[in-house]
């Protein structure tokens, strides 16, 4: 299996060095050559446990790591840091299929990917022989900067510098980073919202001069963000995983197609669920969920993608994002693995802010359908389930299910639906109790917390519990002019 570049394909690369690179020369995205199909069938996946599913997704995407190398990397991954063995368990609420990502280490689905990310980096620096310190360097919209931290964090050869966009972030997610205290970690605020922060990590990556003086002090870059094919590769395993159980528990028939609806900021989840699909694992509809910052649901419904808007702070940040990423890899399959025209479209993106693809917007449609939920929306949603069933979703869940309604009173569709539940409510405490009582909004986020544990009869998760009193490590903030010096002083260049 060879990875080739979104924007270039005469690029032929491995997958260890497709992950120690992150994103191509050329500024493209790696996909894989071709898609393996499942290697077991469906009956035999409903049997597998979370880690033994993860080998078998894994392999087929990951050739070049042996079976002992990625069997460690999923073993030191998927461990006691999720407060559950089942690693991603699914809850029933409301005839619908809640696939709870959030049982790591800080909450979020981010922890899926990142928890093992950091164990594929390594590796794959020693399959190729590598000396040098990886670098990793991140834009967060607020839950990849803690899950990118607690993974790397203390990792030997590695060192980890997250940029977020201060005062765009949730006062837990704020609070969860900069106490982050490994000596190998830094966190820097900025002055801009995500967008700013991610095109600027993005021109890092890509600045030559910054290249070299890294390798001279023997510094090479990787990326934690969901371009990393080390990032989007983990990710597939939860929807597998989530068919074998829902298999196992006879709630669905071998081969019956589920629907899988995700809340969406830079498509990688979703992205990862289409990865699914292509690789056989029987899904009807990919519903692709919005916030306000709608881009990608006017762009499903017109195929032109313009993200000349006002960017809007919502209540469910980490989905705060005007350019989605990983829309890119999609874009290259729908328009026929074309690096060309890829290259053309991404560039009218930056140039322009927009790129229309209206003559594949059947193949744009093939797959996918998409809505959008406003805070009025997503409130009601909070606020109905938990009164209905007693079962509490955070403010990004929230997003789906709110959209997943929406889907509903457009489309007949009787399939069952497995929405992506992205964060715990914890997280999100204040904006998930302003919506089950306002009466909470002047409480403040700690004791809400404690509110939060009593409604929903549940245990305030260690995350939380470690951030309560622990002392600020990291109080710097930056313009985003400023990034690139701190950078390099903070690696002594
Ligand atoms: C990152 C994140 C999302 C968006 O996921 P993408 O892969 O960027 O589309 C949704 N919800 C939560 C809680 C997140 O942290």
């Known amino acids: 299996m060879y990875y080739t570049s979104t924007r270039d394909n005469s690029v032929r690369i491995t997958p260890s060095m497709a992950i120690l690179k992150g994103l191509s020369e050329e500024g493209g995205l790696f996909v894989p050559c071709e898609f393996p199909k499942l290697s077991a069938s469906l009956s035999e996946i409903a049997k597998m446990d979370y880690k033994e599913t993860a080998y078998l997704v894994m392999k087929d995407f990951l050739t070049d790591f042996t079976e002992e190398e990625l069997k460690s990397c999923i073993a ?70 803690k899950a990118a931290l607690a993974g790397f964090a203390g990792v030997k050869g590695t060192r980890i510098i997250v940029f977020y966009p201060k005062g765009g972030v949730s006062k837990v997610q704020e609070k969860q980073m900069v106490t982050q205290k490994e000596s190998n970690t830094l966190v820097i605020g900025v002055k801009g919202n995500f967008d700013d922060c991610q095109s600027k990590v993005k021109e890092l990556f890509a600045d030559k001069e910054l290249k070299a ?75 692709c969920a919005s916030n306000e910052n709608k881009v990608l649901f006017d762009f499903f419904e017109s195929g032109e993608y313009d993200k000349n808007r006002e960017f809007i702070l919502t209540d469910s940040p980490s989905m705060d994002i005007l350019i989605s990423s990983n829309l890119e890899r999609l874009i290259y399959f729908i328009v026929g693995s074309d690096s060309e025209k890829t290259k053309k ?118 995350a939380i519990d470690e951030i309560r009193n622990a002392p600020v490590v990291h109080d710097t903030v930056c313009e985003i002019s400023e990034m690139k010096g701190l950078v390099e002083k903070s690696l002594g260049l």
């Open 345 to 462: 479209l991404m560039e009218d993106l930056k140039s322009a802010g927009k790129y229309g693809i209206r003559d594949k917007f059947p193949e744009l449609r093939a797959d996918f359908d998409a809505e959008y939920a406003n805070w009025d929306d997503c409130s009601k949603k909070i606020h109905d389930l938990y009164e209905n069933v007693g079962y509490v979703i955070d403010t990004h869940t929230a997003v789906a299910a709110a959209a997943y309604d929406k889907y509903l009173k457009k489309h007949s569709d009787n399939t069952k639906t497995v929405i992506a539940s992205t964060a715990s409510p914890y997280k999100f405490a204040r904006s998930v109790m302003k919506a089950i009582d306002p009466k909470f909004e002047k409480e403040d986020d700690f004791k809400l917390i404690d509110i939060l544990s009593k409604a929903s009869n549940t245990d305030v998760p260690a």
């Open 76 to 145: 030191k991954a998927y461990d006691e840091k999720f407060d559950t063995e089942e690693i991603a368990p699914i809850a029933e609420a409301d005839g619908v299929y809640y696939l709870e990502l959030f049982h790591g280490k800080t909450i979020a689905f981010k922890d899926m990917a990142l928890s093992i990310l950091p164990h594929l980096l390594t590796t794959a620096a020693k399959k190729n022989n590598s000396d040098k310190e990886t670098v990793i360097l991140t834009a967060t919209s607020g839950d990849t900067g």
């Open 213 to 287: 003086k890294m390798a001279d002090k023997g510094f090479c870059f990787s990326s934690a963000n969901s371009i990393n094919i080390g990032r989007l590769v983990p990710q597939i395993v939860y929807y597998v995983y989530a068919y074998g159980k829902l298999l196992s528990e006879e709630r669905i028939k071998e081969g019956e197609k589920i629907n899988v609806c995700v809340p969406t900021g830079n498509f990688g989840n979703i992205l990862a669920a289409y990865f699914a699909k292509k690789m056989g694992l029987p899904i009807n509809r990919l519903i």
